[in-house]
Nanobody, 129 residues
Framework: QVQLVESGGGLVQAGGSLRLSCVAS????????LGWFRQAPGEEREFVAA????????YYTDSVKGRFTISRDNAKNTVYLQMNSLKPEDTAVYFC??????????????????????WGQGTQVTVSS
């Protein structure tokens, strides 16, 4: 069992930055691919970014490329999402998730919510215009 706890959300003006963190407890992140998703009010939960367990594969949705950076520190059981140049349309609850994926190059379903085994409770990000 893996428990995931996100932090780092908040209120920021457009153009600002936030760094989200997600810490795992109960088990390590070893062999888990990690993803960030977000859900705006009235919308479906959507994929934002993902990183394979060895960190050799990194993926982003098109709308955040060049602005967001995902990274992980396996020694600290932590995954990060650095968000720069934030826009009002980035406003959402952000969730981290873990998927058992021991082979980096075989992890192809990283953007699909249903493949993830564990989810955090989410952290609110609000970007004002």
């Amino acid at each position: 069992q893996v428990q995931l706890v996100e932090s780092g959300g908040g209120l920021v003006q457009a153009g600002g930055s936030l760094r989200l963190s997600c810490v795992a407890s109960g088990r390590t992140y070893r062999y888990y691919g990690l993803g960030w998703f977000r859900q705006a009010p009235g919308e479906e939960r959507e994929f934002v970014a993902a990183i394979s367990w060895r960190g050799t594969r990194i993926y982003y949705t098109d709308s955040v490329k060049g602005r967001f950076t995902i990274s992980r520190d396996n020694a600290k059981n932590t995954v990060y999402l650095q968000m720069n140049s934030l826009k009002p349309e980035d406003t959402a609850v952000y969730f981290c998730a873990a998927d058992w994926a021991p082979y980096d190059d075989a992890w192809t379903a990283y953007s699909e919510r249903d493949v993830y085994d564990y989810w955090g409770q989410g952290t609110q990000v609000t970007v004002s215009s």
